[in-house]
Every structure is written in structure tokens, then in C-alpha cells.
């Protein structure tokens, strides 16, 4: 068989399964797709391709005449453009590959996919974007995934199976944590830091996880990012660990601060609108630091670069916020 490259590819939906308060868990079945790894992501039709958008007819319009909309395109909200989601897993099975995205139901498109249903059509374009990096010399990875950024720590905790390794996921409160919970081992607002084996997607690698909520609901009342700074502070490392994050840009912003501050490596998956994917746009663009005398602009130290191509994984030490 040849090797399968990036492309645009047909799926089946396996299943749409809610995780949350405006979350889901959509897992898309096809015969073949190219080697994935943890960062990369996929574009995501959010509307049936199989429509017919052709115009049925065409007239000569009158002046004062009353026109009648016709068309799905016309007639009602539709998502034109493909939507960018990293991939929060992957399975080779049986006769295929099953491909895990998490989405939350913000708009039209979001809407479209949450009500998709088994053996429904789906599009997608991808493999997209680079990876993450895994830690050099066996060091510990620490995952730290806010709100819709936590699916790429899914598929990196995969990967660090057997690895040293701790997760922490922060929402803005237990109803929107797309994440199943074992058992309610802590209470509610607790002050406690401390990582458990009480979230199923990380405790079935081993992988020992803190819960932060903004409003306190479960887990650690505050934000993700003081939760890391106190586990950073108490725990002692016998080799320096790497900091992976994506999620709302304050928040990386902030572990990127905090990373910098105790000379730890972090890689960021940033999140931008993205409309084609493949550098093609030009929509996605990021500022990140190079030397002076490096093209593209000789003389300054920074440049764009675009989140699809040249990431979406960055270093955090390149990125200028």
C-alpha cells in the first residue's frame, strides 16, 4: 500500500458523545490517515459538503421587485470555512483509524457538529501544523490544558505513557471540564495542589492530574496557573521538567512567565482563527522573536510567523505576546 500523505479525507461519525455543559467528544472513523503525533491538528467542515449549492435558476431582477432568498447558504447561518481542532487522540483499529476532536458548542459550526450522529458524514483536511517535543532524558512532562485547550494533553499524555509526568486542567467551573471524574476524592474548593489519580483520561497512563475551577466547584478554587506555581514551588526535581500548555492566551502567556522564571523549557500550542490551515491565508499570523540579522526583516529581532505551518507549537521563550 502507498504511504497515505496529508489530504482532504471523508469520515463516519463512530460517535458524538456529550462530556459536558456545551462539550463534546466526536470521534470520526476512516479507512486510512497519515502518522499523527500530539500538537497536530485537523480542519473540520462544520456543514454537510453533499449539499447542493448550485443556484436553480436565474432570473432577471426588476427594479422594486421582491426577492425570495433560496439556499441553504442564503436562506440561514452557515459555516463557510473549516474550523481548526487539535486532535485529543488516536486508534489504529481494525480496518481504520479513529480520530478523537473535543469541541464546546460556541456557533453555527460548533452547533452543526454537536448534533451530528452516528454514521453521519464528516470532512476533514489534515494532518496539520507540527508536534510536541517529547521531554529529552527521561525528564518529567507537566501538562497544564485550560477549557478547550486540554484535548492536545490527551493525546500528549498517550505518548508519555510510562514517563514521569503530571497534568493539571483548569476550566471556569465543574460543569464545563470535559474530563470524566472517577470519584470526588477532594472537596469542593480545596487549597490543595496536590495531583491524584481521579481523572480517567490521565490516570488510565498513570498520569496523576490537579483540577482547578474558577469558581471553586471542584478541585482548586483559582486559576490553573497558581496551581502549577505551588506544585512547582514544593516539588523537588531530581531533573528539570518541560512545561506543556495551550488554552486561553493569558493563561499560557502566564506559564510562559512562569517557566521563564525558573529556566524550564515550555512548549505552547497556540490557538488562532484559522481559515485555510496551510499558510495559504495568511490569517494566523503570531510574533516570535529571531536574530537580527536572520530574514525575514534584517535589522529587527522579531518576526511573524504563521500558528498553521510554523506551529501551532512554539516554543515559549520564541513567542512575543
Not at 459538503?49 to 436565474?58: H, I, K, R, V
Not at 512562569?258 to 510574533?287: K, Y
Request: charged content about 20%; glycine content about 10%.
Amino acid at each position: 500500500m502507498s504511504p497515505v500523505h496529508r489530504d482532504q479525507f471523508a469520515c463516519s461519525v463512530v460517535a458524538n458523545i456529550p462530556l459536558c455543559r456545551e462539550h463534546y467528544r466526536l470521534v470520526l472513523g476512516l479507512p486510512q490517515f497519515p502518522p499523527t503525533d500530539p500538537g497536530h491538528f485537523i480542519q473540520l467542515s462544520c456543514r454537510d459538503l453533499g449539499q447542493d449549492f448550485n443556484p436553480t435558476a436565474e432570473f432577471d431582477w426588476q427594479p422594486g421587485q421582491r426577492l425570495t432568498l433560496e439556499g441553504t447558504e442564503i436562506a440561514g447561518p452557515l459555516a463557510v470555512l473549516r474550523r481548526p481542532f487539535s486532535l485529543a487522540g488516536r486508534r489504529d483499529v481494525a480496518g481504520g483509524v479513529e480520530l478523537d476532536v473535543i469541541h464546546r458548542v460556541v456557533g453555527i459550526g460548533t452547533s452543526w457538529l454537536s448534533h451530528l450522529k452516528t454514521g453521519d458524514r464528516a470532512f476533514i483536511l489534515g494532518p496539520l501544523g507540527n508536534r510536541f517535543s517529547l521531554p529529552a532524558d527521561g525528564g518529567p512532562a507537566i501538562l497544564i490544558g485550560g477549557g478547550v485547550g486540554i484535548p492536545p494533553m490527551l493525546y500528549l499524555a498517550e505518548r508519555l505513557a510510562d514517563r514521569p509526568a503530571v497534568a493539571f486542567c483548569g476550566a471556569l467551573g465543574r460543569d464545563l471540564l470535559p474530563l470524566t471524574i472517577q470519584s470526588d476524592i477532594r472537596a469542593p474548593g480545596s487549597e490543595s495542589a496536590e495531583p491524584l489519580l481521579n481523572i480517567d483520561e490521565f490516570a488510565r497512563h498513570q498520569i496523576p492530574s490537579v483540577i482547578t475551577t474558577d469558581d471553586g466547584s471542584y478541585g482548586f478554587r483559582g486559576f490553573v496557573t497558581q496551581a502549577l506555581e505551588q506544585y512547582l514551588d514544593r516539588t523537588k526535581f531530581p531533573v528539570a521538567p518541560t512545561l506543556y500548555t495551550c488554552g486561553p492566551e493569558p493563561m499560557m502567556k502566564r506559564v510562559a512567565q512562569i517557566a521563564a522564571a525558573r529556566g524550564l523549557v515550555c512548549q505552547i500550542a497556540v490557538e488562532r482563527a484559522m481559515a485555510c490551515g496551510m499558510g495559504t491565508c495568511q490569517s494566523c499570523c503570531i510574533r516570535v522573536k529571531k536574530p537580527v540579522d536572520i530574514p525575514p526583516l534584517v535589522g529587527k529581532d522579531w518576526c511573524y510567523r504563521l500558528a498553521c505551518t510554523d506551529g501551532p507549537v512554539f516554543l515559549g521563550s520564541e513567542l512575543l505576546w
